[in-house]
C-alpha cells in the first residue's frame, strides 16, 4: 500500500511515533530525526503520551505476566493511530510478530494486538514500502559501514531500505561489513547475562567495522549501536556510531554515540 | 559421558573455550567451511524452499499421529524379520541393548555414529560391562581415542586442529609409535584411520548404528554417511542393533526422500551423502551379506511429553547441525561448553524437556535470540521462539535469580505507569548524564559491570525525548 500525502494538515495521516525507550533515554536525537523523516515524507506525527516500552525485556526474559501488563499499556497508548513507526527494527518486530503471542490466552486483547501488529512499521520500511518516499535531501561526505540488526532482518525484511535511503545521501559512500547477517552480541539482557560470549561477538563486528576503513558505522537499532559504540571506544578504535535516521535527516551534527 | 551436571558450568565453561587457541583456530573454519558450503549448496537448487516446505510437511504430518505411525513401523518391521524394543528412559534403553549384547556373547561392538548413543551414555555403561566399543566414524574415532565427548552433532571432533589429531594417532597406533608419522594431509589422516579400522569391522561381533530416519511402511531404517563406515558396521556383523529415538519415523519411503533433499545439502552442503543405506530386516537367503539378526531399540526419554505443547515442532528435527553451524553462540564457544549431548540452538531447544528446565537452566538463555538458526533450519524449527517457550517455564517456576526477577517486576510496574516512568527516567538519566562528564562514557559501572568489563557505557543525552517533547512551545 501506497499512501498519498495530501498538502493540508489535517488530510495528512496520523503516524504515532514510538519512540522506544532506548531512544527517549539515551538518544533523543533520532527521534527528533524521525519526527523529521515523517513529516517530510507528509505525515503527521503525534508521540502519544502513554507510550514507555513494547514489553519486550520482559517478553525474552519469560516474565510475561510483566510483559502483558507493559505491552497493555502500549496497546492503550497507541490504538488510535492509522500507523505506528518504530526507529527500531527490534521494537517493530516485538510488535508486529510477538504481542499477539503474548496475549494467546486473552482472545480480545489478542485480536487488538493483531490489529495493531498490521499498522506497525519499522522507520525505513515505512518510509521506502508504505509511504513510497525516498527524496532524502542530506548531506553527510564520510564513508560508512551499516549493521543490520537480527531483528529487521529476520523479523521485519528490512535490508534493502535503509540502503535506498542511504543512497540518496550526498556524499555517503557505503562499504558493506563481510559478515553483515552476523549478529553483533547485544541481544537485549544477553550482554550483561553472557558478557564473555557477548564481547567475543562484538570484538568480532567491531573488527569486521575496522575492516571496511569506514569512519561511521550506521545502524537501524540503539541497541546494537550501544554495544558497538562502547566497544568501539573501549579499543580506541576511532571511529564513530549513529542512527541511520540521523544521518537521513541531515541531522548528524550532534555528537556520535561516543564521541570519538 | 554426559549426565547433565555440566551444563551449570557453562558461564566458566564458555570463558575458558574463549581462552582456547586451538578449539578457537578450530571454530573459525566453520564460517568458511559449513556456512560457505551450505550457502552454495543451496543456490545450486534453485528448488531448496520448495523442498524444505515438503520436508517439514513430512514431519508436521508423522508427529500428528506419531503413535499410529511407530506401531505401524513395528508390525513392519516384525514381518520383516525385525525385532522392535520400546525403551522409556536410558537406562532401559542400556539395558536392552546390554542384554542382546552379554546374551550373544558378543565382546567387541562396532559403532556407526549414533548421538543417542551419547544421550544414553553407552558406551562407558559397555565398557564397564566388559564389551570393548569401537567408534567406526572418524569423528568419533577421533574422539574416542582423545577420551572426549563429540562437540559437533555432525562434526563431532570439529574442536580438533589437524596436528591434535596428528598426535592422538601417533599415541594410539602401534605401528606409529615407533617411526616418525610422516603423514600430514586430512586424505592422510583419513587412510590411517582406514587402515587401522578395517581390521576391527571384521574382529565385531556385533554392530550398533543410528539412523536418520524409519520408514513407517516398510519397516526399514535408513542411515546416510560419508565414510560408508555405516555399512560395514551394519552388514558385517551377525547382529544389527539401530537405536534410534521415537520421532526418527515417518510415514513412507517418499517422506525420508524429503528430507534426504535438504539433509545434506544443509549439513555438509554436499546434494547428497556419499552413502544413504536402507536396512529392512535381517539377512534373506537370497542375500549375499547382512546380518542374522536385526534389532531396534526405540528410544523417548521425554519426547512424547513435547506433543501438543509449543515445544513440539523441535522433534522435526532431522539432526543436520546446521543450526549450531551457523550460531554465533556456538561458533565462539564450541559444543562443550555447553556441557551436554546435543550442542547450540538444537541443544537449547531440547535439553529441558530431556533433563528438565532446571538442569538445563542456561541453555535456552544463552542466545541473543539472532534467528539464524531459524533461518538456516531446514525444518523450520522456531528455535528462538522455543527458547522463549523454555525461558518462560523457568521464570513461571522461579528458577531465574531473586535480582533478576526483582528488576523486571520493578522496571514493568514502572513502565505501566507512564507518568512516573517520565519523571523516574528523566531524573535517571539527567544523574548518568552529569556524572559521565566532558567523556560522555563510562568506563565502570557497579550495576552493569558485564558489559564495561569489556565495553564503554555511552552515557545518555541529559533530558529525555519525551520530558522534551512535551515542553515544547
Not at chain 1, 94 to 122: K, N
Not at chain 1, 228 to 250: D, K, N, Q, S, T
Not at chain 2, 315 to 336: E, F
Amino acid at each position: 500500500m501506497v499512501v498519498s500525502a495530501p498538502g493540508s494538515e489535517s488530510d495528512r495521516a496520523c503516524v504515532g511515533l514510538f519512540v522506544t525507550c532506548l531512544a527517549d533515554l539515551f538518544r533523543p536525537s533520532v527521534a527528533w530525526a524521525s519526527v523529521t523523516l515523517l513529516e517530510r515524507a507528509g505525515f503527521r506525527v503525534e508521540v502519544p503520551k502513554g507510550q514507555t516500552c513494547c514489553g519486550q525485556p520482559a517478553y525474552n526474559s519469560g516474565d510475561l505476566r510483566t510483559a502483558r501488563r507493559v505491552a497493555r499499556g502500549f496497546l492503550d497508548a497507541f490504538e488510535p493511530f492509522e500507523y505506528v513507526v518504530a526507529p527500531s527494527g527490534s521494537c517493530a518486530g516485538m510488535l508486529r510478530l510477538h504481542l499477539g503471542r503474548l496475549f494467546a490466552s486473552e482472545p480480545e486483547e489478542a485480536a487488538r494486538a493483531e490489529r495493531l501488529a498490521g499498522r506497525t512499521h519499522e522507520l525505513t520500511s515505512f518510509l521506502v514500502d508504505v509511504a513510497g518516499w525516498t527524496e532524502i535531501s542530506a548531506t553527510f561526505p564520510h564513508r560508512v559501514t551499516y549493521h543490520d540488526s537480527c531483528s529487521s532482518l529476520r523479523e521485519m525484511a528490512v535490508r534493502d531500505q535503509p540502503r535506498t535511503l542511504l543512497a540518496r545521501v550526498d556524499g555517503l559512500e557505503l562499504v558493506e561489513l563481510p559478515d553483515r547477517d552476523a549478529c553483533c552480541g547485544f541481544g537485549g539482557t544477553f550482554c550483561v547475562k553472557y558478557p564473555d560470549i557477548s564481547t567475543k561477538m562484538v570484538s568480532d563486528k567491531t573488527a569486521s567495522i575496522a575492516g571496511t576503513g569506514a569512519d561511521t558505522v550506521l545502524a537501524g537499532d540503539l541497541g546494537c549501536l550501544l554495544n558497538i559504540a562502547g566497544r568501539l571506544a573501549r579499543e580506541g578504535r576511532p571511529i564513530a556510531c549513529r542512527h541511520v535516521a540521523e544521518v537521513l535527516a541531515g541531522a548528524a551534527d550532534t555528537d556520535p554515540v561516543v564521541p570519538v | 559421558m554426559f549426565d547433565g551436571r555440566e551444563i551449570a558450568q557453562f558461564p566458566e565453561a564458555s570463558a575458558r573455550a574463549l581462552g582456547d587457541e586451538n578449539l578457537q583456530a578450530a571454530l573459525r573454519l566453520l564460517g568458511e567451511g559449513f556456512q560457505a558450503r551450505r550457502t552454495d549448496a543451496v543456490e545450486r537448487f534453485s528448488e531448496f524452499e520448495d523442498a524444505r516446505d515438503a520436508a517439514v510437511d513430512a514431519k508436521r504430518r508423522t508427529l500428528r499421529q506419531l503413535h499410529h505411525h511407530l506401531e505401524a513401523f513395528e508390525a513392519r518391521c516384525q514381518e520383516q524379520g525385525g525385532v522392535v524394543h520400546w525403551a522409556e528412559t536410558p537406562a532401559d534403553a542400556r539395558q536392552i541393548v546390554l542384554e542382546l549384547l552379554t546374551s550373544r556373547g558378543v565382546r567387541v561392538l562396532s559403532k556407526g555414529k549414533t548421538m543417542v548413543a551419547e544421550e544414553i551414555g553407552l558406551n562407558g555403561f559397555l565398557e564397564e560391562h566388559g564389551i570393548e566399543v569401537v567408534e567406526t566414524d572418524l569423528g568419533e574415532y577421533i574422539i574416542q581415542l582423545a577420551e572426549e565427548v563429540p562437540s559437533h552433532i555432525i562434526a563431532p571432533a570439529i574442536h580438533k586442529t589437524m596436528p591434535q589429531v596428528v598426535e592422538l594417532f601417533r599415541q594410539h597406533h602401534d605401528k606409529l609409535k615407533a617411526a616418525p608419522f610422516p603423514r600430514r594431509t586430512p586424505a592422510d589422516l583419513v587412510a590411517e584411520a582406514r587402515t587401522v579400522l578395517r581390521r576391527r569391522y571384521l574382529e565385531a561381533d556385533a554392530g550398533l548404528t543410528g539412523a536418520n530416519f524409519l520408514v513407517a511402511d516398510t519397516g526399514s531404517s535408513v542411515i546416510v554417511t560419508n565414510e560408508g563406515n555405516g555399512d560395514l558396521t551394519q552388514t558385517l556383523p551377525r547382529l544389527h542393533i539401530v537405536l534410534a529415538t521415537i520421532e526418527k519415523v515417518v510415514p513412507t519411503l517418499a517422506d525420508g526422500a524429503a528430507i534426504l533433499r535438504v539433509l545434506a545439502r544443509s549439513a555438509t552442503g554436499q546434494d547428497m551423502s556419499a552413502y544413504t543405506t536402507i536396512s529392512t530386516g535381517p539377512r534373506r537367503s537370497t542375500d549375499i551379506d547382512g546380518p542374522s539378526e536385526y534389532h531396534v531399540v526405540l528410544l523417548d526419554n521425554g519426547r512424547s511429553s513435547l506433543l501438543g505443547t509449543p515445544a513440539e515442532e523441535v522433534l522435526r528435527c532431522i539432526r543436520c547441525g546446521a543450526c549450531m553451524n551457523h550460531c554465533p553462540v556456538y561458533g565462539a564457544v564450541g559444543g562443550h561448553a555447553y556441557g551436554w549431548v546435543y550442542p547450540g540452538p538444537i541443544g537449547a531447544a531440547l535439553t529441558p524437556a530431556l533433563l528438565g528446565v532446571e538442569a538445563a537452566r542456561h541453555l535456552p538463555n544463552a542466545s541473543s535470540l539472532c534467528g539464524r538458526c531459524e533461518e538456516v533450519c531446514p525444518m523450520r524449527i522456531p528455535l528462538p521462539k522455543i527458547f522463549r517457550y523454555w525461558r518462560a517455564k523457568e521464570h513461571e517456576a522461579r528458577l531465574n535469580t531473586v535480582r533478576a526477577r526483582l528488576a523486571l517486576a520493578l522496571w514493568g510496574w514502572l513502565a505501566a505507569h507512564p507518568r512516573l516512568y517520565r519523571l523516574g527516567t528523566g531524573a535517571a538519566m539527567w544523574i548518568l548524564s552529569r556524572l559521565a562528564g566532558r567523556s560522555r562514557r563510562y568506563r565502570n559501572l557497579i550495576l552493569a559491570n558485564g558489559w564495561t568489563r569489556s565495553r564503554d557505557f555511552p552515557a545518555p543525552a541529559g533530558r529525555t525525548f519525551l520530558n522534551s517533547w512535551n515542553r515544547r512551545p
